[in-house]
């Protein structure tokens, strides 16, 4: 969010928690003008609604993440327990070829970049199937290398590739709710002017003067750009 939005947001809540004091809620709550309240409670739904895109755009990218993140462990983890069992098993057939293309240690598996991760992952799933599947496939299975142990690797792979995927779509929505705060910021701001040429009703005494002084006091934020 931009921080001129931001400062506007700002000026939203405080101009709220203005109107919120006791000593003024005793002038305009159940008092004359109706209408009064009315704008006030509509202000405080744009408000809330603004809060929540607010939200949603931020959650949007970092809940992405964190869930990327947490499918790439479990990739990883997957990766190093199936290459491990393929190893040993290559190794002991004398398959140095086969072995040496998942013989790496966890921090191997975590140097990887993404797509190398994902495509070392399937061929590893490949080479594992071919194996289960076999002329040796009761000897693979000695070694753990079973339909079972491949679809944990399998399923861990799937998760992290459609993981991958989801970026655009992530960003495509983040740039959807960017686009659509200005206007919705713009839609509470002419709610609060409502309030402004209403709360002029309250003038005339020295806690209407105080209040009107008070409301219009709230809406100046501190600028909060760098």
Not at 6 to 35: G, I
Not at 119 to 136: F, I, M, T, V, W
Not at 173 to 178: C, D, G, N, Q, S
Request: net charge positive.
């Amino acid at each position: 969010m931009k921080d001129f939005l931001a400062n506007q947001f700002e000026s939203y809540r405080t101009r709220l928690a203005c109107l919120d004091r006791p000593a003024h809620r005793a002038l305009w709550e159940n008092r004359p003008p109706a209408k009064f309240a009315e704008k006030v409670a509509e202000a405080r739904a744009l408000t809330e609604a603004l809060a929540k895109t607010i939200g949603q755009q931020g959650a949007t990218i970092t809940g992405h993440a964190a869930d990327k993140r947490r499918k790439r462990r479990a990739l990883e983890t997957e990766a190093h327990k199936v290459g491990g069992l393929v190893v040993v098993f290559a190794r002991d057939r004398r398959s140095e070829t086969l072995a040496a293309k998942y013989d790496l240690t966890p921090n191997a598996w975590r140097k990887l970049r993404d797509e190398a991760l994902h495509q070392r992952a399937l061929l590893l799933r490949e080479d594992a199937a071919s194996l289960a599947a076999g002329p040796d496939a009761a000897e693979a299975a000695g070694y753990g290398i079973t339909p079972e142990t491949i679809a944990g690797l399998a399923g861990a792979s799937e998760a992290f590739e459609a993981v991958m995927a989801a970026p655009l779509a992530a960003r495509s929505r983040r740039h959807a709710l960017t686009k659509a705060l200005p206007e919705k910021s713009r839609e509470v701001r002419r709610k609060f002017r409502e309030i402004e040429a209403l709360i002029r009703f309250h003038s005339g005494t020295p806690e209407g003067d105080a209040f009107i002084a008070a409301y219009r006091l709230s809406g100046q934020v501190v600028d909060r750009g760098g």
